[in-house]
């Protein structure tokens, strides 16, 4: 297993599950592993955003990578942690996102869906309306 690495710094948040890192002083494109949050365009999208953007604030960030390290687009793959908390799982049990395994990066995606559910149950972040019109990947099918 690959050691966890520090961030340097929050760079930018793209959307509810892809953000910029500064890593050991170069610009790191992340994507967060098995989590799917709705797209900037899309319902929900601004609210995954900002919410990123207010659990991170300063805070001090840890990078942990999967099995797979990198997606298609090269962008890295990994669970994103703040000193008390993993923004991954964050954003699925508030409701901003849906758990999403993809092989091989399948470590928590048994705690992810058990979080989806909760969320769901407690009408947390879009379940308080039953949930997305559309998917995040049915949306950027369409778009």
């Given at each position: 297993m690959t050691p966890p690495a520090s961030a340097d710094s929050l760079l930018r948040v793209i959307d509810g599950d892809s953000l910029v890192l500064k890593m050991n002083g170069h610009k790191t494109e992340i994507r967060l592993i098995g989590v799917d949050a709705p797209e900037h365009g899309q319902e929900w999208g601004d609210a995954a955003r900002d919410f990123v953007i207010d659990f991170l604030g300063d805070e001090p960030l840890e990078v942990r990578f999967g099995k797979e390290r990198t997606d298609?687009?090269?962008?890295?793959?990994?669970?994103?942690?703040?000193?008390?908390?993993?923004?991954?799982?964050?954003?699925?049990?508030?409701?901003?996102?849906?758990?999403?395994?993809?092989?091989?990066?399948?470590?928590?995606?048994?705690?992810?869906?058990?979080?989806?559910?909760?969320?769901?149950?407690?009408?947390?972040?879009?379940?308080?309306?039953?949930?997305?019109?559309?998917?995040?990947?049915?949306?950027?099918?369409?778009?």
């Open positions: 298609r687009y090269g962008r890295t793959l990994a669970y994103v942690y703040t000193p008390n908390a993993m923004l991954n799982l964050e954003l699925v049990r508030q409701g901003f996102a849906l758990a999403y395994p993809v092989p091989p990066n399948l470590r928590h995606a048994e705690l992810f869906e058990r979080a989806q559910k909760a969320a769901r149950k407690n009408g947390r972040g879009f379940w308080k309306q039953g949930g997305l019109r559309l998917t995040p990947r049915e949306y950027r099918k369409l778009h």
